[in-house]
Nanobody, 125 residues
Framework: VQLQASGGGLVEAGGSLRLPCTAS????????IGWFRQAPGKGREGVST????????YYAESVKGRFTISRNRAENTVYLQMNSLKPEDTAVYYC???????????????????WGQGTLVTVSS
C-alpha cells in the first residue's frame, strides 16, 4: 500500500497539529496503521498505532493524553491529532502499514511493511 503523511509544520509549544495518513490503491481498514517519528540524531520511535482487527489503539508513554489516533473510513485516512505539543515532539513523522502485528510489537518499526514519506513537525519553545 502506498501511504502519504502530511500536515506537518511549525507550531508553538502548547499548540496542536493534525497529521493525516492517506493511501492510494488500497483501503487502510485492512491494515494496522502506525505513526512513528524520528528526531535528529535519534532512532525511529513508535508514537501511536491503530489495529486492523478491532480498532484498538496504542500510545507511547510520552504522548499519552496528548495525542489521539483515529480512522475515517469514508476518507480512507488515519489521523494523528497532536495537542499540547512540546519542543521534544519535534521530529519527522511517518505513517506505516502492517498486518497481523501482535500487541507487544505494535511500537516496533520492523513490524511494518509499507512506509509513507515523512512530514516534519517543529515545535518552538
Amino acid at each position: 500500500v502506498q501511504l502519504q503523511a502530511s500536515g506537518g509544520g511549525l507550531v508553538e509549544a502548547g499548540g496542536s497539529l493534525r497529521l493525516p495518513c492517506t493511501a492510494s490503491g488500497s483501503t487502510l481498514d485492512a491494515y494496522t496503521i502506525g505513526w512513528f517519528r524520528q528526531a535528529p540524531g535519534k532512532g525511529r520511535e513508535g508514537v501511536s498505532t491503530i489495529s486492523d482487527s478491532d480498532g484498538s489503539t496504542y500510545y507511547a508513554e510520552s504522548v499519552k493524553g496528548r495525542f489521539t489516533i483515529s480512522r475515517n473510513r469514508a476518507e480512507n485516512t488515519v489521523y494523528l491529532q497532536m495537542n499540547s505539543l512540546k519542543p521534544e515532539d519535534t521530529a519527522v513523522y511517518y505513517c506505516a502499514a502492517g498486518s497481523r502485528i501482535i500487541w507487544s510489537n505494535l511500537g516496533d518499526p520492523s513490524s511494518y511493511n509499507d512506509w509513507g514519506q515523512g512530514t516534519l513537525v517543529t515545535v518552538s519553545s
